[in-house]
Protein backbone atom coordinates (compact mmCIF):
# COMPACT_ATOMS: atom_id res chain seq x y z
CA UNK A 1 0.00 0.00 0.00
CA UNK A 2 1.28 3.45 -1.00
CA UNK A 3 2.08 5.40 1.82
CA UNK A 4 -0.18 8.59 1.49
CA UNK A 5 -2.79 5.84 1.53
CA UNK A 6 -2.32 4.69 4.90
CA UNK A 7 -1.22 7.87 5.91
CA UNK A 8 -4.53 8.76 5.77
CA UNK A 9 -6.50 6.19 6.56
CA UNK A 10 -4.67 6.22 10.07
CA UNK A 11 -5.24 9.94 10.53
CA UNK A 12 -9.06 9.31 10.45
CA UNK A 13 -8.51 6.33 12.70
CA UNK A 14 -6.82 9.30 14.89
CA UNK A 15 -8.89 12.04 14.33
CA UNK A 16 -12.52 10.81 12.71
CA UNK A 17 -12.90 6.88 12.93
CA UNK A 18 -16.73 7.04 12.27
CA UNK A 19 -16.75 9.62 10.12
CA UNK A 20 -14.07 7.97 8.16
CA UNK A 21 -16.26 5.16 7.32
CA UNK A 22 -19.95 6.74 6.89
CA UNK A 23 -19.29 10.28 6.01
CA UNK A 24 -22.56 12.13 7.74
CA UNK A 25 -21.83 14.92 9.98
CA UNK A 26 -23.57 13.42 12.66
CA UNK A 27 -21.28 10.71 12.84
CA UNK A 28 -18.05 13.45 13.30
CA UNK A 29 -15.91 13.38 16.64
CA UNK A 30 -17.21 16.63 17.92
CA UNK A 31 -20.99 15.39 16.84
CA UNK A 32 -21.07 11.68 17.90
CA UNK A 33 -23.64 11.16 20.57
CA UNK A 34 -25.09 8.03 22.16
CA UNK A 35 -28.17 8.51 19.65
CA UNK A 36 -25.78 8.66 16.49
CA UNK A 37 -23.67 5.91 17.49
CA UNK A 38 -26.67 3.62 18.29
CA UNK A 39 -27.32 4.35 14.49
CA UNK A 40 -23.98 3.88 12.81
CA UNK A 41 -23.91 0.34 14.59
CA UNK A 42 -27.88 -0.01 13.32
CA UNK A 43 -26.40 0.45 9.90
CA UNK A 44 -23.49 -2.45 10.82
CA UNK A 45 -27.06 -4.64 11.95
CA UNK A 46 -28.84 -4.47 8.42
CA UNK A 47 -25.65 -5.00 6.16
CA UNK A 48 -24.92 -7.99 8.71
CA UNK A 49 -28.51 -8.95 8.28
CA UNK A 50 -28.91 -8.32 4.17
CA UNK A 51 -25.49 -10.71 3.74
CA UNK A 52 -26.58 -13.77 5.81
CA UNK A 53 -29.84 -13.68 3.72
CA UNK A 54 -27.77 -13.20 0.33
CA UNK A 55 -25.56 -16.12 1.09
CA UNK A 56 -28.25 -18.41 2.21
CA UNK A 57 -30.47 -17.57 -1.32
CA UNK A 58 -27.11 -18.21 -3.20
CA UNK A 59 -25.63 -21.33 -2.00
CA UNK A 60 -27.56 -22.48 0.93
CA UNK A 61 -24.99 -21.55 3.52
CA UNK A 62 -25.64 -20.07 6.57
CA UNK A 63 -22.77 -17.73 8.18
CA UNK A 64 -24.26 -17.92 11.43
CA UNK A 65 -23.03 -21.73 12.24
CA UNK A 66 -19.41 -20.52 11.08
CA UNK A 67 -16.04 -18.81 11.82
CA UNK A 68 -16.08 -15.33 10.47
CA UNK A 69 -13.17 -12.52 9.08
CA UNK A 70 -14.36 -8.90 8.87
CA UNK A 71 -11.41 -7.21 6.58
CA UNK A 72 -11.03 -3.67 7.03
CA UNK A 73 -13.30 -3.82 10.01
CA UNK A 74 -12.79 -0.25 11.28
CA UNK A 75 -14.82 0.11 14.82
CA UNK A 76 -16.89 -3.23 14.29
CA UNK A 77 -19.65 -1.92 13.28
CA UNK A 78 -20.02 -5.43 11.03
CA UNK A 79 -17.48 -7.37 13.49
CA UNK A 80 -19.74 -6.84 16.15
CA UNK A 81 -23.10 -7.87 14.67
CA UNK A 82 -21.35 -10.50 13.24
CA UNK A 83 -20.04 -11.62 16.00
CA UNK A 84 -23.96 -11.39 17.92
CA UNK A 85 -25.18 -14.29 15.14
CA UNK A 86 -22.60 -16.96 15.75
CA UNK A 87 -20.83 -18.36 18.37
CA UNK A 88 -17.79 -19.57 16.73
CA UNK A 89 -14.96 -17.26 16.33
CA UNK A 90 -14.50 -13.71 14.53
CA UNK A 91 -12.13 -11.34 13.67
CA UNK A 92 -11.89 -7.61 12.80
CA UNK A 93 -8.65 -6.49 10.88
CA UNK A 94 -7.81 -3.23 10.56
CA UNK A 95 -4.23 -1.06 9.40
CA UNK A 96 -4.86 1.54 11.99
CA UNK A 97 -4.04 0.83 15.91
CA UNK A 98 -6.11 3.58 16.85
CA UNK A 99 -9.41 2.33 15.75
CA UNK A 100 -8.46 -1.74 16.97
CA UNK A 101 -8.46 0.27 20.16
CA UNK A 102 -11.74 1.45 19.89
CA UNK A 103 -13.03 -1.19 18.41
CA UNK A 104 -11.96 -3.77 21.19
CA UNK A 105 -13.69 -1.17 23.49
CA UNK A 106 -16.72 -1.14 21.61
CA UNK A 107 -16.69 -5.57 21.70
CA UNK A 108 -15.66 -5.50 25.40
CA UNK A 109 -18.56 -3.32 26.43
CA UNK A 110 -20.98 -6.47 24.63
CA UNK A 111 -19.36 -8.73 26.36
CA UNK A 112 -18.19 -10.58 23.09
CA UNK A 113 -15.16 -12.92 24.09
CA UNK A 114 -15.20 -14.71 20.69
CA UNK A 115 -14.87 -11.38 18.39
CA UNK A 116 -10.97 -10.65 18.31
CA UNK A 117 -9.78 -7.27 16.96
CA UNK A 118 -6.18 -6.89 15.53
CA UNK A 119 -4.40 -4.61 13.19
CA UNK A 120 -2.40 -5.55 9.89
CA UNK A 121 0.87 -4.61 8.63
CA UNK A 122 -1.18 -3.56 5.38
CA UNK A 123 1.27 -5.84 3.36
CA UNK A 124 -0.01 -9.29 4.67
CA UNK A 125 -2.60 -11.19 6.31
CA UNK A 126 -0.59 -13.16 9.33
CA UNK A 127 -1.76 -14.80 12.00
CA UNK A 128 -5.86 -15.47 11.25
CA UNK A 129 -6.81 -18.82 11.00
CA UNK A 130 -8.85 -19.86 8.05
CA UNK A 131 -12.77 -19.42 8.49
CA UNK A 132 -15.83 -20.20 6.81
CA UNK A 133 -16.72 -17.08 5.82
CA UNK A 134 -14.81 -13.87 4.68
CA UNK A 135 -16.20 -9.87 4.14
CA UNK A 136 -14.69 -6.75 2.98
CA UNK A 137 -17.27 -3.62 2.40
CA UNK A 138 -15.69 -0.36 1.33
CA UNK A 139 -12.58 -1.23 1.75
CA UNK A 140 -10.66 -2.48 -0.91
CA UNK A 141 -11.57 1.01 -3.00
CA UNK A 142 -9.37 2.99 -0.19
CA UNK A 143 -6.48 0.55 -1.50
CA UNK A 144 -4.12 0.73 -4.32
CA UNK A 145 -5.37 -1.95 -7.21
CA UNK A 146 -1.56 -3.51 -7.32
CA UNK A 147 -1.27 -3.72 -3.34
CA UNK A 148 -5.05 -4.88 -3.27
CA UNK A 149 -5.03 -7.99 -5.28
CA UNK A 150 -2.42 -9.49 -3.58
CA UNK A 151 -4.21 -9.19 -0.06
CA UNK A 152 -7.60 -10.31 -1.94
CA UNK A 153 -5.52 -13.31 -2.61
CA UNK A 154 -4.29 -13.69 0.47
CA UNK A 155 -7.97 -13.63 2.20
CA UNK A 156 -8.98 -16.01 -0.42
CA UNK A 157 -6.25 -18.40 1.06
CA UNK A 158 -7.49 -17.65 4.62
CA UNK A 159 -11.21 -18.55 3.51
CA UNK A 160 -11.20 -22.57 4.19
CA UNK A 161 -12.48 -24.82 0.71
CA UNK A 162 -16.63 -24.35 0.86
CA UNK A 163 -16.64 -21.89 2.79
CA UNK A 164 -17.77 -18.07 1.33
CA UNK A 165 -15.75 -15.04 0.07
CA UNK A 166 -17.61 -11.30 0.24
CA UNK A 167 -15.63 -8.27 -1.75
CA UNK A 168 -17.48 -4.89 -2.17
CA UNK A 169 -14.67 -3.33 -4.80
CA UNK A 170 -15.56 -0.29 -7.46
CA UNK A 171 -14.56 -0.47 -11.35
CA UNK A 172 -15.79 3.21 -12.00
CA UNK A 173 -17.57 6.17 -11.54
CA UNK A 174 -20.89 8.13 -13.32
CA UNK A 175 -19.66 11.76 -11.19
CA UNK A 176 -19.69 14.97 -13.18
CA UNK A 177 -16.04 15.58 -14.94
CA UNK A 178 -15.64 18.69 -12.44
CA UNK A 179 -16.50 17.00 -9.29
CA UNK A 180 -14.76 14.07 -10.82
CA UNK A 181 -11.87 16.14 -11.13
CA UNK A 182 -11.65 17.99 -7.77
CA UNK A 183 -11.93 14.12 -6.01
CA UNK A 184 -8.65 13.32 -8.20
CA UNK A 185 -6.60 16.11 -7.36
CA UNK A 186 -7.33 16.11 -3.79
CA UNK A 187 -6.29 12.40 -3.80
CA UNK A 188 -3.56 12.43 -6.07
CA UNK A 189 -2.26 16.02 -5.35
CA UNK A 190 -1.17 16.75 -1.62
CA UNK A 191 -0.54 20.39 -2.21
CA UNK A 192 -3.75 20.81 -4.16
CA UNK A 193 -5.05 19.05 -1.12
CA UNK A 194 -3.43 21.15 1.25
CA UNK A 195 -4.46 24.17 -0.25
CA UNK A 196 -8.53 22.80 -0.53
CA UNK A 197 -8.47 22.10 3.28
CA UNK A 198 -6.75 25.61 4.76
CA UNK A 199 -9.69 27.19 2.38
CA UNK A 200 -12.20 25.23 3.33
CA UNK A 201 -11.78 25.50 7.39
CA UNK A 202 -10.26 29.14 6.68
CA UNK A 203 -7.09 27.63 8.26
CA UNK A 204 -3.68 26.18 7.53
CA UNK A 205 -4.34 22.28 7.63
CA UNK A 206 -4.94 18.86 5.29
CA UNK A 207 -7.67 16.74 5.94
CA UNK A 208 -7.47 13.30 4.63
CA UNK A 209 -9.00 12.23 1.80
CA UNK A 210 -10.08 8.99 1.02
CA UNK A 211 -8.21 7.32 -2.50
CA UNK A 212 -11.37 6.01 -4.49
CA UNK A 213 -9.05 3.33 -6.59
CA UNK A 214 -10.72 1.49 -9.54
CA UNK A 215 -10.25 -2.29 -9.93
CA UNK A 216 -10.30 -4.19 -13.20
CA UNK A 217 -13.40 -6.69 -13.10
CA UNK A 218 -11.74 -8.76 -15.93
CA UNK A 219 -8.63 -9.77 -13.16
CA UNK A 220 -10.87 -10.14 -10.67
CA UNK A 221 -12.81 -12.62 -12.55
CA UNK A 222 -9.27 -13.85 -13.32
CA UNK A 223 -8.40 -14.09 -9.50
CA UNK A 224 -11.91 -15.64 -8.61
CA UNK A 225 -11.82 -18.23 -11.51
CA UNK A 226 -9.12 -19.82 -9.33
CA UNK A 227 -10.90 -20.56 -6.44
CA UNK A 228 -14.57 -21.05 -7.20
CA UNK A 229 -16.69 -22.00 -10.53
CA UNK A 230 -19.42 -19.65 -9.71
CA UNK A 231 -19.37 -15.62 -9.14
CA UNK A 232 -22.20 -13.43 -8.00
CA UNK A 233 -22.36 -10.30 -8.78
CA UNK A 234 -24.74 -7.07 -7.17
CA UNK A 235 -24.25 -3.25 -8.81
CA UNK A 236 -23.33 -1.09 -5.94
CA UNK A 237 -23.75 3.03 -6.50
CA UNK A 238 -22.15 5.13 -3.47
CA UNK A 239 -22.17 8.75 -4.22
CA UNK A 240 -20.97 7.85 -7.80
CA UNK A 241 -18.29 5.43 -7.16
CA UNK A 242 -19.72 2.30 -8.98
CA UNK A 243 -18.95 -0.86 -7.54
CA UNK A 244 -19.87 -4.27 -7.21
CA UNK A 245 -20.44 -6.98 -4.48
CA UNK A 246 -18.48 -10.11 -5.63
CA UNK A 247 -19.63 -13.63 -3.84
CA UNK A 248 -18.18 -16.88 -4.75
CA UNK A 249 -17.86 -20.25 -2.69
CA UNK A 250 -14.48 -21.68 -2.48
CA UNK A 251 -13.69 -24.79 -4.71
CA UNK A 252 -14.19 -27.68 -2.49
CA UNK A 253 -10.18 -29.18 -1.89
CA UNK A 254 -9.57 -31.69 -4.50
Known amino acids: MKSESLKNWKEWGKKDPYYGVLSEEKFRMQHLSEQALTEFFETGEAFVAQSRKRIQDRFGL ?52 H ?49 VFQVQVTYGHCLPRRVYAHFYLRTRFPLYNYLYSSLKHRRFCREPVMQMNHYSPEKLFALFAGYSDEVHVEFTNHGGHLGAFYTLKKKQSP
Open 115 to 163: LHFSAYDGARIANIPVVDFVNAYIVFQHIEPKQGMKLMRDLLEHTRHGG
Open 62 to 113: DIAKGSILDFGCGVGRLAIPFARITQKEVWGLDISEDIIVRAKAHAAAQGLE
